[in-house]
Structure formats: C-alpha cells, structure tokens
C-alpha cells in the first residue's frame, strides 16, 4: 500500500471518528438540555400550571455540541498534535527572542488606561449614564480582582485549595458594617481593622488544617464557609440575620462626605450634586487597594516566605525535608490571603451600604477560585484578565436583550447566563488548559554567568 493510500485510510478513519464523536455529543446534549430548554412552564390566567415545547431553541444546542465536538476531533486534535511535533523537533537555538513593545509595557499601559477609564466614560455617556459603566464594569471588576489576588496566595502560590475563600470576604464586609454603625468608627480606620480580623480568622482556619492536604483541606475550608454563613444568618441580635445590615454609612475623603451637605464634596468644589463623584472616588480606592495587593504578593513571594509557599506547593515532604516549617507557612499564607479578602469585603460594604448573607454564598468562592485557575495559578496578569472577561462578560450578558430577535421573544438572557458562562469556560480550558497565562517561571535567577573549572569537566581516569 502506498503513503498516498495510507494518507487517504488515516483521513477516512478520522471522520468516521469524529462523526460518530459529534453523534454521541449530540445525544448527550439532547439528553441534558431536554428538560432544561427544549421544555417550559408557565401559568395561564387561571393560574393554572401549563408547558410547551421549543424544539427549535433545542435543536440550536444540540447542533452547537456535535458541530463542536466534530470540530475539535476532525480538525483541532490533528493540528495540535501536528504543533507539538514540530516543536519537538525544531533545533534549539542560543538566541532569545525580544519581547514586543506591548509584552513589555502591558502592566503601564493597563494602569494608564484604568486611570483614564472614569473621565472617558464621563466624557462619552455624562454623569448619570457613567454610573452603570463605572460600577458595574469598573468597580465590581477591580473587586473581584483583589479577591483572586488574595485567593492566589493560598491556592496558586502554597498550593493549599480552599473552597471556603467567602467567608473571609464576609468577616471583612460584616466588621465594617457593625462596627461603622455601632461604634461610629471611620472608613479609614476600619479598613486595616477589617483586614487583621479576617487574618485572624485565617490563622483560626489553619490550624484545624494543618495535617490536610489535596480533597480533604477543601471539604473542611468549604465547610468553613458555610459555618460563617450560617453563623451570619442565625444570630439575629448581632447580625439582623436574613434581613442584613442596612445604612452602613459611606467612606469619606479626607472627611468630606459624598452627600449635599454644605461641607460635602459637591458644595465644596463647586459642583452639580451627582452620586457618580462618589463612584469615582471607590473606582480610584479599589485601583489603589488592588496595586497594593500585588505589590505586596509581589514583594512577599521574593521573600524566604514566598519561596516557602512554592516550595510547599510543589512537594510538602521534600520541603519538610529542607527544614522548613510547614505550620508557620500554611498559617502564613492563609492569614495574608484572609487579609485580602477582608480588605475587600469591607471595601463591598462601604459601596453597596447594605450586606447581607445571601451576598456571601458558596457560588462566590467558586467563581473566585475560578478566576484564580482560568487566569493561571500563580500569575497576577492572567488572573486579572480573567476577572476583567468572567465578571466583566458575565454582566454583559445581563443586557444581551438582542439575543431575543435570534432565539424568540420569551428567550430570557439571565436564565442562560450561568449556561453560557460555564460553555465559555469549558472552551477556554479545552484551549488554555493552564490558564490565559499558565507559564511557571522561576523566581529566582542567578545574577551573573560563572565558568566552571575544567576539572570538572575533562574525562576522568580510573
């Protein structure tokens, strides 16, 4: 048989394959999305229960998933093996390559454009229309962002999986609340306070936790989490339970309040009365509280501390070995990482001004601690990025109403957010399976080129 026919044999056998691939995707997805999209409820005005079918809507996703799967066996699959032979044999050359312009400059030219972001906005859309924008897609963003960066010290740095990451955002949101409220305490003395409480709550979670490793330290962390949550919910006389804390009073700029008062920001600057001064005030604090994460990850990881967390994430036993003290190191990541998420928690507070239980549930610590493995373990730019495209595109679907010309006028974005959501996250990991930046680069290098002496090197005799 020639290379020709066989070439021909191989094409044949691999679209037969990948059919028989898209057939099972495609009755997979009938079987799960039947129920869930091909079927609706609804009530009549008799108040009646009554359901009618979308076969249409239905036959869109089960296309979706066999077209989907015939692509990835048919025609990805080869082309990545392809790449990963030729790169195994391409010669290795001595010569490194210069980064771009933009690899190098990407952290100044993002703070740059995060700095110009409220005055363009209120340039484009005015001082109402630049609250949903400035809020929304500015400050939740750069909240979200602090919490991974707080997240990563414990999972992607010490390599420890907590699944319980919420309640240290709750103990922060709920310090400032109370003690704002009962004890007239100022934002900017709550802010640290907020921060060691949590870490203190760290250091009480990392003790019971210390023999853990892997699938047994994420069951207790997440039962962690639920504990606070519940502990939030069920002391009523101290946490309002279910109903929440509510006028949690505003941070303040150097004692200025954001409110029409002769001595508030507006009056004193001579400006229209508007709640999107105080927007840009939280937008600016979350940057800053966000650059004071990373360097301080930054300058910790640098540290004998931070080659301690490295250490004990790739091998526990071999670091144990080394004379490292693994308590003290476990206690420390989840105390910094706990401060964190304090610091953000009470900064949730100060600009919703109202918390309650229902903000602090596990699906926060999932997304969280997706956003720390899609961008990457370990790297502050992928993690940062992949907050900016889940958060970010997860509130763009809120307003998808365009969608309803495709799919029908009773098609509701919101009830297919977490569908599409989890669709995109599936991809991304089928494509990037280490994160958007998933490289691990070593941290310390050796300042200068030594020779070795040729007694090392020339052949020995005997």
Same mark, same amino acid.
């Given at each position: 048989?020639?290379?020709?026919?066989?070439?021909?044999?191989?094409?044949?056998?691999?679209?037969?394959?990948?059919?028989?691939?898209?057939?099972?995707?495609?009755?997979?997805?009938?079987?799960?999305?039947?129920?869930?999209?091909?079927?609706?409820?609804?009530?009549?005005?008799?108040?009646?229960?009554?359901?009618?079918?979308?076969?249409?809507?239905?036959?869109?996703?089960?296309?979706?998933?066999?077209?989907?799967?015939?692509?990835?066996?048919?025609?990805?699959?080869?082309?990545?093996?392809?790449?990963?032979?030729?790169?195994?044999?391409?010669?290795?050359?001595?010569?490194?390559?210069?980064?771009?312009?933009?690899?190098?400059?990407?952290?100044?030219?993002?703070?740059?454009?995060?700095?110009?972001?409220?005055?363009?906005?209120?340039?484009?859309?005015?001082?109402?229309?630049?609250?949903?924008?400035?809020?929304?897609?500015?400050?939740?963003?750069?909240?979200?962002?602090?919490?991974?960066?707080?997240?990563?010290?414990?999972?992607?740095?010490?390599?420890?999986?907590?699944?319980?990451?919420?309640?240290?955002?709750?103990?922060?949101?709920?310090?400032?609340?109370?003690?704002?409220?009962?004890?007239?305490?100022?934002?900017?003395?709550?802010?640290?306070?907020?921060?060691?409480?949590?870490? %203190?709550?760290?250091?009480?979670? /990392?003790?019971?936790?210390?023999? #853990? &490793?892997? @699938?047994?330290? !994420?069951?207790?962390? =997440?039962?962690?989490?639920?504990?606070?949550?519940?502990?939030?919910?069920?002391?009523?006389?101290?946490?309002?339970?279910?109903?929440?804390?509510?006028?949690?009073?505003?941070?303040?700029?150097?004692?200025?309040?954001?409110?029409?008062?002769?001595?508030?920001?507006?009056?004193?600057?001579?400006?229209?009365?508007?709640?999107?001064?105080?927007?840009?005030?939280?937008?600016?604090?979350?940057?800053?509280?966000?650059?004071?994460?990373?360097?301080?990850?930054?300058? %910790?990881?640098?540290?004998?501390? /931070?080659?301690?967390?490295?250490? #004990? &994430?790739? @091998?526990?036993? !071999?670091?144990?070995? =080394?004379?490292?003290?693994?308590?003290?190191?476990?206690?420390?990541?989840?105390?910094?990482?706990?401060?964190?998420?304090?610091?953000?928690?009470?900064?949730?507070?100060?600009?919703?001004?109202?918390?309650?239980?229902?903000?602090?549930?596990?699906?926060?610590?999932?997304?969280?601690?997706?956003?720390?493995?899609?961008?990457?373990?370990?790297?502050?730019?992928?993690?940062?990025?992949?907050?900016?495209?889940?958060?970010?595109?997860?509130?763009?679907?809120?307003?998808?109403?365009?969608?309803?010309?495709?799919?029908?006028?009773?098609?509701?974005?919101?009830?297919?957010?977490?569908?599409?959501?989890?669709?995109?996250?599936?991809?991304?990991?089928?494509?990037?399976?280490?994160?958007?930046?998933?490289?691990?680069?070593?941290?310390?290098?050796?300042?200068?080129?030594?020779?070795?002496?040729?007694?090392?090197?020339?052949?020995?005799?005997?």
């Amino acid at each position: 048989m020639s290379s020709t026919d066989t070439a021909v044999t191989k094409t044949d056998g691999l679209m037969v394959r990948a059919i028989k691939e898209a057939v099972f995707a495609g009755v997979i997805a009938l079987g799960m999305f039947i129920l869930y999209i091909g079927v609706k409820t609804d009530q009549n005005i008799n108040n009646e229960l009554i359901w009618y079918t979308r076969p249409g809507l239905l036959a869109i996703f089960v296309a979706i998933a066999a077209i989907g799967r015939f692509a990835i066996v048919a025609f990805f699959a080869p082309w990545a093996k392809a790449r990963k032979m030729r790169a195994s044999t391409k010669p290795v050359s001595l010569e490194v390559a210069k980064p771009s312009y933009f690899k190098t400059h990407f952290l100044k030219i993002a703070l740059v454009a995060l700095i110009l972001y409220p005055p363009v906005i209120l340039f484009l859309v005015g001082t109402q229309g630049s609250l949903k924008y400035i809020d929304n897609f500015g400050i939740q963003i750069l909240i979200y962002v602090m919490l991974a960066w707080g997240l990563n010290i414990v999972v992607g740095l010490a390599g420890l999986l907590d699944l319980g990451y919420v309640a240290f955002y709750a103990v922060g949101a709920y310090s400032y609340a109370l003690l704002s409220q009962h004890f007239g305490l100022s934002f900017w003395l709550l802010l640290p306070l907020s921060g060691i409480f949590a870490a %203190l709550w760290g250091i009480i979670l /990392g003790f019971p936790v210390l023999r #853990l &490793r892997g @699938d047994y330290l !994420a069951i207790v962390t =997440l039962a962690f989490g639920e504990i606070i949550r519940l502990v939030l919910i069920n002391w009523t006389d101290v946490t309002q339970g279910t109903f929440g804390v509510s006028s949690i009073p505003k941070a303040t700029l150097f004692g200025m309040p954001f409110d029409a008062s002769a001595h508030g920001f507006a009056k004193t600057f001579g400006l229209s009365m508007s709640s999107a001064y105080y927007k840009i005030f939280l937008f600016y604090l979350a940057l800053a509280l966000c650059m004071l994460t990373a360097y301080v990850t930054i300058r %910790l990881r640098r540290m004998p501390i /931070g080659r301690a967390w490295e250490a #004990l &994430r790739e @091998d526990e036993i !071999a670091c144990r070995s =080394l004379g490292i003290n693994t308590v003290t190191t476990k206690l420390t990541a989840f105390a910094t990482g706990a401060m964190f998420g304090g610091f953000a928690g009470s900064f949730f507070a100060a600009r919703q001004g109202f918390v309650s239980p229902e903000s602090f549930v596990f699906l926060e610590s999932a997304v969280i601690l997706a956003i720390v493995v899609l961008g990457g373990m370990g790297s502050l730019t992928g993690i940062a990025v992949a907050a900016v495209v889940m958060i970010g595109g997860t509130e763009l679907l809120r307003d998808m109403d365009f969608l309803k010309h495709v799919f029908g006028p009773d098609f509701t974005p919101e009830l297919y957010r977490m569908l599409l959501f989890g669709l995109a996250m599936v991809v991304v990991m089928l494509f990037k399976p280490r994160g958007f930046v998933g490289t691990r680069e070593p941290t310390a290098f050796l300042k200068e080129r030594k020779a070795v002496s040729g007694s090392f090197t020339k052949e020995g005799h005997g």
